[in-house]
């Protein structure tokens, strides 16, 4: 089943309510390759739904992370960037982010090992500490390899 239409159902499930430009911002995140600011969201629609506004857009990225259906990466110079979280472990990945170019990676090196050592850390955390985890988000911050050459290879 495509991402979209997972999302879309378990989107209209939780929400209740459901709305063109919840509509229209799901797909374009749903059909976005790479990691997408509000503003990129916003322009992205504009041609099409020049009715919905950037507010719109960012209550509806809101409404979509505190429902855990988007994840939220923030770039060096501290502007946010959403994607659709996977469902499953199919896809599931965590980031690289470039501290000079604002670059973000996915890579899914180690994800079976990265997947089990977190459910492991999620188990003793909720138990120690009563705390339930809804989802996690790991970021290992640096330099790409361009800018690791602009920079003299640091």
Known sequence: MPRRHCANQ????????????????????SHSKGHLSAKEIYDALYITHPRIGITTVYRTLELFLRLGFIQKVISPDGE?????????NKGHHHHLIC???????????????????VKKTEKVLTQKHNFLILYHNIEFLGL????????GDI
Not at 80 to 88: M, S, V
């Open 80 to 88: 946010a960037h959403y994607e659709l979280r996977t469902e499953g």
């Open 99 to 117: 501290l000079r170019c604002g670059k973000i990676i996915d890579y899914q090196d180690f994800a079976d090992e990265e997947l089990e050592l």
């Open 10 to 29: 378990r989107l209209r499930e939780q929400v209740g309510r459901w709305t063109e430009p919840r509509n229209v911002i799901l797909d374009v995140l």
């Open 144 to 151: 790409c390899d361009k800018c690791r050459k602009d920079a």
